[in-house]
């Protein structure tokens, strides 16, 4: 069972950052074995892929309306992914979750399937 706790959401004005981090408990300690992702939503919209990340941390794909924006990173050692979102804008607002899978295509973001509870991010203009 893996399992991802989120945190770092909170309120911005356009233009501002934030980083959110999830933490995983994975078994046997294979936290590289998962790729991770960033997903978000917002209510009566369909779950978006934002960012992904591959098990060694060396891959990473981005939405294009965040590209160049925002940086997914990970710590194999924590067991940690990060989120650094800079110029927020107020259509970045929704609630954010990390995710994981097992499967060997970390960009296909329909293949994720361990979520965490998500956190809220708030841009306003």
């Known amino acids: 069972q893996v399992r991802l706790v989120e945190s770092g959401g909170g309120s911005v004005q356009t233009g501002g950052s934030l980083r959110l981090s999830c933490v995983a408990a994975?078994?046997?300690?294979?936290?590289?074995?998962?790729?991770m992702g960033w997903f978000r939503q917002t209510p009566g919209q369909a779950r978006e892929g934002v960012a992904s990340?591959?098990?060694?941390?060396?891959?990473?794909s981005y939405a294009d309306s965040v590209k160049g924006r925002f940086t997914i990173s990970r710590d194999n050692d924590k067991h940690t992914i990060d989120l650094q979102m800079n110029s927020l804008k107020p259509e970045d607002t929704a609630m954010y979750y990390c995710?994981?899978?097992?499967?060997?295509?970390?960009?296909?973001?329909?293949?994720?399937?361990?979520w965490g509870q998500g956190t809220q991010v708030t841009v306003s203009s």
């Open positions: 995710a994981a899978t097992s499967a060997i295509r970390c960009r296909d973001f329909s293949r994720y399937n361990y």
């Open positions: 994975v078994p046997e300690d294979r936290f590289a074995d998962y790729c």
């Open positions: 990340i591959t098990g060694a941390g060396v891959y990473t």
